[in-house]
């Protein structure tokens, strides 16, 4: 994501937030840590892009899942709408329902229901299938189950329906971007299909 943007044209600036400093260094680039998500101040902006999630093995409780992938994540929302952005698109989940029986399922659709309510004039929400991508660029643990379903569903892809396919988290981002930019006022939903072969 962060990548996307700074190439992007259409971004003279690009903020970024989080707990650890990209290595990217970029002239466009001004990044702010943040240690709890619990204060958050930005500068004036135009659009904000949300790709802030976890697992609840990582997280090590449901509560502390839910405080990122829904609390944390609508805080970085009301900051941003605070700061003047209109725009915002969000990395949602698959199957993301606020009434799901599924934990992870209402968690993600409790959290999008929450940014819907914050007054944008456009909001983007993806939700794509399992993410493939590098794991030790991203300082993410390796889950051998999930390897093991990736490396099937490479073999395989051909016979999942599109919105199922696992899909590169690059793929994910420029469409995010472009849906962002290409759609119209209201909530919209990109499923993960519609984002296999994004715009360049």
Not at 30 to 40: G, K, Q
Not at 66 to 95: H, K, N, Q
Not at 177 to 199: C, E, F, N, Y
């Amino acid at each position: 994501m962060l990548n996307r943007l700074l190439d992007d044209d259409r971004y003279r600036a690009v903020h970024a937030a989080g707990r650890r400093s990209p290595e990217i260094r970029h002239p466009k680039l001004v990044f702010s840590p943040t240690a709890t998500f619990e204060r958050l101040e930005f500068p004036a902006l135009d659009d904000v892009f949300i790709a802030l999630g976890t697992t609840i093995a990582a997280a090590g409780s449901p509560q502390a899942f839910r405080a990122i992938d829904r609390d944390a994540v609508v805080r970085f929302a009301e900051a941003a709408r605070t700061a003047g952005a209109t725009r915002i698109g969000v990395v949602s989940a698959m199957g993301a329902d606020r009434a799901s029986r599924v934990f992870y399922s209402r968690v993600k659709g409790e959290m999008e229901a929450a940014i819907s309510e914050l007054d944008f004039e456009t909001v983007v929400f993806v939700r794509p299938a399992l993410l493939a991508g590098d794991r030790d660029a991203l300082e993410q643990r390796h889950r051998p189950a999930e390897k093991a379903i990736l490396f099937a569903a490479r073999w395989l892809k051909p016979l999942f329906p599109a919105n199922y396919r696992a899909i590169d988290a690059d793929a994910v981002a420029a469409g995010l971007i472009d849906g962002l930019h290409t759609m119209g006022p209201g909530r919209h939903v990109l499923l993960s299909g519609a984002l296999q072969k994004p715009k360049k």
